[in-house]
């Protein structure tokens, strides 16, 4: 039933009927539905599309099946039962598949493809889940349409739980009540130089730690540490939190932070990740690039 819901770029589903609904369940496996998204059930998996002019994206999350304990075993089983079942997909994936990162649910593997005849993009994710695994699919017509919309894939990929386990919705609206307590955010890169000639010359690391300790009021007080190009660096800040338009601002007494809301969910650890932007133009938003996660820890 998946090869009919699936799209291609010269024909779409019009004529079926969906429902729109935050979660949904296909067997033992829990998910979110992002708004806006429509949603049909399937046979033995959840479907969820969203179109807008020429491009479109087709996410389905399926019934669990028992790991054999080697997750590259089951990402293969995955992939003939999900890809080969889309039009025009003929072949194994031609390496390992990759290790996801930074995952908000369950830990897995993914990988890519493209139909043969290039007119369909595809990416599996099979989620590791104990003594069972979820497939989790995406397409559209190529990558970059894919890519364009990545955070609510990886909304999507973070809310899957298997029972005993629920899902829970995923937020895309926000009050100061949601933002109470202390977010914690971090970047580290590493970045070695070479001459001309392909020798070594040095390395420049930055790794940072910031975040926010926000009360009911909406005041909060900022703390940022750590390692910048090699050298100690600091700040602090304190102020109080704006929520207008869709913008997230820090309006502190040294600084201004001002981002785009993006999501709200729940961990499978039980803490809470927050989803921003920065606050440029959306048509100027790399999805992959520019969404930055805050993480409040669970409570005890």
Excluded at 28 to 36: E, L, N
Excluded at 71 to 100: C, E, H, I, Q
Excluded at 137 to 145: D, E, G, K, L
Excluded at 266 to 290: C, H, K, M
Aim: aromatic share 14%; glycine share 8%; hydrophobic share 35%.
């Amino acid at each position: 039933m998946l090869r009919a819901l699936c799209f291609t770029t010269t024909s779409v589903f019009l004529s079926l009927a969906f429902a729109s609904a935050q979660v949904q369940t296909v067997g033992d496996v829990s998910f979110a539905v992002p708004d806006g998204w429509q949603y049909q059930r399937g046979p033995d998996f959840g479907a969820m599309t969203l179109k807008t002019d020429n491009r479109f994206w087709l996410a389905a999350v399926y019934s669990a099946m028992p790991s054999s304990g080697d997750p590259n075993a089951d990402f293969k089983t995955a992939w003939k039962r999900v890809v080969f079942s889309l039009p025009d997909y003929r072949k194994m994936p031609g390496y390992d598949p990759y290790n996801t990162s930074k995952m908000i649910g369950y830990s897995g593997k993914y990988y890519d493809a493209s139909s043969a005849t290039n007119t369909s993009y595809t990416r599996l994710y099979v989620l590791e889940a104990g003594k069972a695994f979820v497939p989790v699919s995406f397409t559209s017509p190529n990558r970059n349409v894919l890519d364009s919309m990545s955070h609510n894939e990886r909304a999507i990929v973070g809310s899957v739980r298997v029972v005993p386990r629920k899902a829970s919705p995923i937020k895309f609206s926000l009050t100061v009540s949601d933002l109470e307590g202390y977010w914690t955010g971090g970047i580290v890169t590493s970045t070695d130089y070479y001459n001309s000639s392909g020798q070594y010359q040095s390395n420049s690391l930055t790794a940072v730690n910031y975040g926010y300790s926000i009360a009911s009021n909406g005041t909060f007080t900022y703390k940022f540490g750590g390692l910048m190009n090699n050298r100690p660096t600091s700040d602090d800040d304190s102020g109080v939190v704006e929520l207008e338009g869709g913008f997230v601002t820090f309006k502190g007494h040294r600084h201004v932070h001002r981002y785009r809301f993006v999501n709200l969910q729940e961990a499978l650890d039980g803490s809470t990740v927050l989803a921003l932007w920065p606050s440029i133009d959306l048509s100027q938003i790399d999805s992959n690039r520019d969404t930055e996660y805050f993480t409040r820890p669970a409570k005890k």
